[in-house]
């Protein structure tokens, strides 16, 4: 059996690699459900707004990463969520409009490395600015996206950036107990792996993926439990 085809197109020319829409959870009711419950759902939303960002699917991308965010930084508001998942949104979409004119179906211009990206920098300072990131968070972020899109090293900034927004998910840094201290840390690493995951677009990893995300967010709702 071949697990690794992509998945069959539908009408938007995307595939739906997750039954997130159909999620058996009510948002509204996590007081009453356990915290591995809650990082699954969190995983499928991380997952369905990546998916609804390939459909170009605006609001519907809004609000699966709001449906994160209101979770994952417990610290804000469900309005300031909604304003943090809304610039996350929006920093995906800069990120199109500066590729589109150097983007010619699989071939990438090289001189995409000297465009502007800074309307996407912008927008993830915003997000950082309302959950409380580092602002360095918004700059490696920027420079993965342009060097994932040009076949640079993206690992790198990703888990820089990572790690800032780990540090305001749980309140305060993770450090290793002894060993690997240069490392950027098992959570980074996961976050990474999930990314990697997604780039191959078949239904058997984006399964993977919300695998390892759910370990992610279990951790990060653990931590968040063990400082209340």
């Known amino acids: 059996m ?18 997130a829409e159909d999620y058996d959870i009510d948002p509204d009711s996590f007081g009453e459900i356990g915290e591995d419950a809650l990082a699954a759902f969190m995983a499928e939303q991380t997952c369905l707004g990546f998916i609804q960002h390939d459909r170009r699917e605006y609001a519907a991308a809004v609000e699966a990463f709001y449906n994160v965010d209101r979770y994952q930084f417990a610290h804000l508001s469900g309005e300031e969520a909604r304003e943090a998942a809304r610039a ?25 490395a000297e465009a502007d990206w800074t309307p996407v920098e912008d927008a993830l300072c915003r997000r950082a600015e309302i959950v409380g990131i580092d602002e360095e968070y918004a700059h490696e972020t920027t420079e993965a996206w342009r060097n994932h899109k040009l076949g640079g090293d993206y690992w790198t900034p990703t888990m820089i ?67 209340r």
């Open 161 to 227: 950036a990572q790690r800032h927004e780990i540090d305001a998910a749980m309140g305060g840094s993770l450090e290793k107990p002894k060993y690997g201290r240069s490392g950027y840390g098992h959570l980074a690493a996961r976050y990474l792996v999930g990314l990697e995951l997604h780039d191959m677009h078949t239904e058997r990893h984006w399964k993977e993926a919300t695998d390892v995300m759910t370990a992610y967010y279990a951790e990060i709702l653990a931590g968040q439990e063990a400082d």
């Open 88 to 112: 996350l949104t929006d920093a995906f979409w800069a990120k199109d409009d500066v590729e589109e004119p150097y983007i010619d179906g699989a071939e990438v211009d090289p001189a995409l």
């Open 2 to 19: 071949n697990t690794t085809t992509p998945l069959e197109p539908v009408e938007t020319g995307f595939g739906t690699p997750t039954e």
